[in-house]
């Protein structure tokens, strides 16, 4: 039988100097300690806002170091940067609720494919191929740790010292606390801390210790070639041919019914118009969503058959036609009814999505490469996504609402006025109005304000639940 030797596991070498190791193992405790004792259980706080940077810093200093072998990696971090910042500044909900999950993901995909030498820059955010080693690269680590050349008996002299000093430290520092009660302050004051210690921290301080320190070194020994583009395999025409052209006469004869609309603005009598403009934006953004992960897939195998063409530009020609008649929905819903944020977000994400289907038909013409057409949704996602996370949604809804029902102040919705982030607050205290009202609220009567039940983060003399955005807009206008 033949013998099959164990995987060698090969660290980064830069990992063995000890300077770097030990300061990885700090980072990594620094991280576990914050992540226990220093976040507050919802939102963002300042100790978040800390441990992000922290978690960024060996990333960064690989960067600088030119230690990194994917060249695209450096291009993600301003990204990072200004996500950080907008989590400190604004407390809407996108970008304290889900923001974090966004960029706790991309770290991930950074760290585990910053060492993959690639072709393309989408890459950086697909992984692929790869398998964690587990705790075997932990054990190799610290392996390396250990200094060889020195005198192993120097570890026992240390420890009998310590056996033997330890016991007279305490004895002649009990005897002198007696002896002087100055004295005795001093010790009580250096060693009262209060840390809110549960049993459950004898689990979650060292997994997280370990996560944080296996990200570090296993990805920076993630060492793998992603150079060679693969061949896909050709879909059957039959099948495909089938498929689009179902689909594309299924498309047509929902568009047929809107063109009057689409032409001049037809609504039939009889159909309320709010009703009428609030059916469909959602759905045909799904439509649009599901065209476009159609059209990738067949895109990555399409090997220019002209049949398979002009299927597939009649399914983007027509599903650009659907978002341009889920926009107009959208436009007169919000006229009738104002802005919100989700209406926003819908209409911003149609655009995005519209993008990628005339992006699709230029490189169906031009028979660039799918490699290059996924860099670029990349790109534009990754910047889409920023600027909108950069953005004062909430102010932004405020003063469209305010503003079109300046003339006919009473159609105002205060209700959605209150139920925005304190980012609004700015702009509702430029144009007067008053929402501070006495209603009942949970069988209370009291003065409401949504971002003030926010009981976590009310207290913006603690560090741990000091918020930059929250804490400046409350000090400023929240009387």
């Avoid at 060249?71 to 923001?99: A, E, H, R």
């Avoid at 690639?118 to 964690?132: A, E, G, R, T």
């Avoid at 009428?276 to 759905?283: I, K, M, N, S």
């Avoid at 009942?440 to 409401?448: A, L």
């Amino acid at each position: 039988m033949e013998n099959i030797e164990p995987k060698q596991i090969k660290l980064n070498p830069l990992l063995k100097n000890k300077k770097i190791a030990f300061l990885l193992i700090t980072l990594g405790v620094i991280l576990s300690l914050i992540d226990n004792f220093g976040k507050m259980q919802i939102l963002v706080g300042a100790w978040h806002i800390v441990s992000y940077l922290l978690v960024l810093l060996p990333l960064i200093y690989m960067i600088g170091a030119k230690k990194i072998i994917n060249p695209y990696t450096k291009w993600f971090i301003p990204f990072l940067v200004v996500m950080i910042g907008d989590m400190f500044y604004y407390s809407n909900t996108l970008v304290q609720m889900t923001l974090p999950l966004i960029f706790y993901i991309l770290i991930f995909m950074l760290y585990m494919t910053s060492m993959h030498n690639v072709h393309s820059l989408h890459q950086v955010i697909f992984i692929k191929n790869y398998k964690l080693g587990g705790l075997s690269y932990l054990k190799e680590f610290f392996k390396d740790l250990v200094i060889h050349n020195i005198d192993k008996k120097i570890y026992t002299r240390i420890g009998v010292a310590l056996l033997i000093t330890i016991p007279f430290l305490i004895i002649f520092t009990l005897l002198l606390s007696a002896a002087d009660s100055n004295y005795s302050k001093i010790f009580k004051n250096l060693f009262s801390f209060d840390i809110p210690f549960e049993g459950h921290y004898l689990f979650t301080l060292p997994f997280m210790f370990i996560i944080y320190l296996l990200l570090f070194i296993y990805s920076f020994s993630n060492f793998k070639e992603r150079k060679i583009v693969k061949e896909s395999k050709k879909l059957d025409l039959l099948i495909i041919g089938i498929f689009l052209g179902m689909i594309n006469l299924l498309f047509l004869s929902f568009i047929t019914l809107q063109i009057p609309f689409l032409s001049t603005g037809y609504i039939a009598k009889g159909i309320n118009i709010a009703d009428f403009a609030r059916e469909g934006f959602f759905q045909l953004m799904m439509v649009m969503g599901l065209v476009s992960l159609i059209f990738l897939f067949i895109l990555k195998r399409h090997k220019n058959e002209k049949l398979t063409t002009i299927l597939l530009i009649g399914l983007l020609v027509q599903s650009i036609i659907m978002g341009v008649v889920s926009l107009k929905k959208m436009y007169l819903y919000q006229s009738i009814m104002g802005a919100t944020v989700m209406r926003y977000y819908v209409e911003w994400f149609d655009y995005f999505l519209l993008f990628i289907l005339v992006l699709g038909i230029v490189f169906i013409f031009k028979k660039y490469a799918f490699s290059r057409l996924l860099d670029i949704i990349v790109i534009l996602g990754l910047t889409s996504f920023t600027l909108i996370v950069s953005l004062n949604i909430d102010a932004m809804v405020a003063k469209h609402n305010i503003e079109k029902f300046k003339d006919n102040p009473t159609a105002l919705d205060k209700d959605a006025l209150r139920w925005l982030s304190i980012d609004a607050l700015p702009a509702i205290s430029q144009y007067h109005i008053k929402i501070k009202e006495k209603e009942d609220y949970r069988g209370k009567e009291n003065t409401f304000y949504p971002w003030y039940t926010q009981q976590q983060r009310k207290n913006c003399d603690s560090f741990k639940t000091y918020h930059y955005g929250y804490c400046s807009t409350l000090e400023k206008y929240g009387n």
